[in-house]
């Protein structure tokens, strides 16, 4: 095993799994704007983390240096005890490992949403198609999209794109899901149906890292919620703590705008 430093938590519960996604402090920059800011965070293996803060905290940037969409500067990032791959086929197999689902559902607009949910596993995963179809068919029904896979994903509803997302994320067996505000672009009565979906995740075990405006999730599914303001983790607490007795001063009056 190569070496991965275990970054303390800032002061969260200890959770009990083995870390997976280790972040060590973690330096990113824009240009002059210095996005992520000595980033410490342990995300352990079964643990739901909701990362909450204002517009331009850096929350997406964190979510998309985890699965290396964005490199970092200084630090380290590693991922079930290996260090994240720099190209070539092991960054395509990380990618794999560490699913995403973003705002805008991002499905392949000219497949149908079985082909969508198969492409990664034939392509990534070399599955055979019968395989794959057969896992993309029981996933489309587990998010409860299953009557829809011959369409076409315009042919479907905003909060029935998200859940494709969501199963072509699954479908690659992922160590760890990261949700960047899944529901923030859909109508609010679709939000509930996405976040069931992600709720019954959590409940399966799935390591999740949910960027999320939905504070009900946090209550309900967070075992810890990271609160980012101007590109650092200002605090880390369980939900319950966080929600009634928040620490920091910033996280105080963020908490009296949403709430
Ligand atoms: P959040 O998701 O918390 O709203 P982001 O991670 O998207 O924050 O952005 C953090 C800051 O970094 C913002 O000021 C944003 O404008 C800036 N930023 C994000 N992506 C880029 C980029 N590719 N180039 C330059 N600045 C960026
Ligand atoms: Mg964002």
Known sequence: MSEVPVAKNAGGPAPTGEPLVVLDNVNKHFGALHVLQDINLTIRRGEVV???????????????????LETI???????????????????????ADVGMVFQSFNLFAHKTVLENVMLGQTKVRKTDKATAEKKARTLLDRVGVGAQAEKY??????????????????????????????????????????????????RDGMTMVVVTHEMGFARSAANRVVFMADGKIIEEAEPNQFFNNPRSDRAKDFLSKIL
Request: aromatic fraction near 2%; charge should be negative.
């Open 50 to 68: 909701v990362v909450i803060g204002p517009s331009g905290s850096g929350k997406s940037t964190l979510c998309r240096t985890i699965n290396r």
């Open 73 to 95: 500067d200084t630090g380290s990032i590693g991922i079930d005890g290996k260090p994240l791959p720099q190209e070539g086929r092991e960054l395509a197999r990380l990618r």
């Open 153 to 202: 994903p315009a042919q479907l509803s905003g909060g029935q794109q998200q859940r494709v997302a969501i199963a072509r994320a699954l479908a690659m067996d992922p160590k760890v899901m990261l949700f960047d505000e899944p529901t923030s672009a859909l109508d609010p009565e679709m939000i509930n149906e996405v976040l069931e979906v992600m709720q019954q995740l959590a």
